[in-house]
């Protein structure tokens, strides 16, 4: 399993998010942020560690656990609904745009637009943002 640092270091680069940004956006203390990433908290706190999940836009079980631990059997129904509906939409914007990704990235896309959906009660997929993920993707 990846550790936390380098899991929040790498969710921290992809969405060009730094300490400051996560400090201003959840009101934690710059250096609780640098201490984690630093590897030197050795045991955070749920509740900080569910603020910098939300600051960048993941769930605390995507920081948490590496994604090949995640089952699909693990998956609730609607959660598979959601999924289906980030991938349904997520294609079809791509075609209709006439975008092209590597399978890599269009994958990553689908985690991120499936996490975003998960957000919602109940679970929904917001075209919008969609388009603004693919958008910078494609630079």
Same mark, same amino acid.
């Given at each position: 399993?990846?550790?936390?640092?380098?899991?929040?270091?790498?969710?921290?680069?992809?969405?060009?998010?730094?300490?400051?940004?996560?400090?201003?956006? *959840?009101?934690?203390?710059?250096? *609780?942020?640098?201490?984690?990433?630093?590897?030197?908290?050795?045991?955070?706190?749920?509740?900080?560690?569910?603020?910098?999940?939300?600051?960048?836009?993941?769930?605390?079980?995507?920081?948490?656990?590496?994604?090949?631990?995640?089952?699909?059997?693990?998956?609730?129904?609607?959660?598979?609904?959601?999924?289906?509906?980030?991938?349904?939409?997520?294609?079809?914007?791509?075609?209709?745009?006439?975008?092209?990704?590597?399978?890599?990235?269009?994958?990553?896309?689908?985690?991120?637009?499936?996490?975003?959906?998960?957000?919602?009660?109940?679970?929904?997929?917001?075209?919008?943002?969609?388009?603004?993920?693919?958008?910078?993707?494609?630079?």
């Amino acid at each position: 399993m990846a550790s936390l640092q380098i899991k929040i270091s790498e969710l921290m680069a992809q969405k060009k998010i730094n300490a400051v940004d996560i400090e201003k956006e *959840t009101g934690l203390n710059r250096n *609780t942020v640098y201490s984690i990433i630093a590897g030197n908290s050795k045991n955070p706190s749920a509740h900080n560690l569910q603020l910098i999940a939300q600051a960048l836009g993941v769930t605390l079980e995507s920081i948490l656990i590496d994604e090949e631990e995640i089952q699909i059997s693990s998956l609730s129904d609607e959660q598979m609904k959601a999924f289906a509906d980030a991938t349904s939409s997520t294609i079809n914007i791509i075609i209709a745009r006439g975008l092209n990704f590597p399978l890599n990235k269009l994958i990553s896309i689908i985690k991120e637009v499936y996490q975003y959906a998960l957000k919602a009660n109940p679970p929904s997929v917001d075209d919008r943002f969609v388009d603004w993920l693919l958008d910078k993707y494609k630079n």
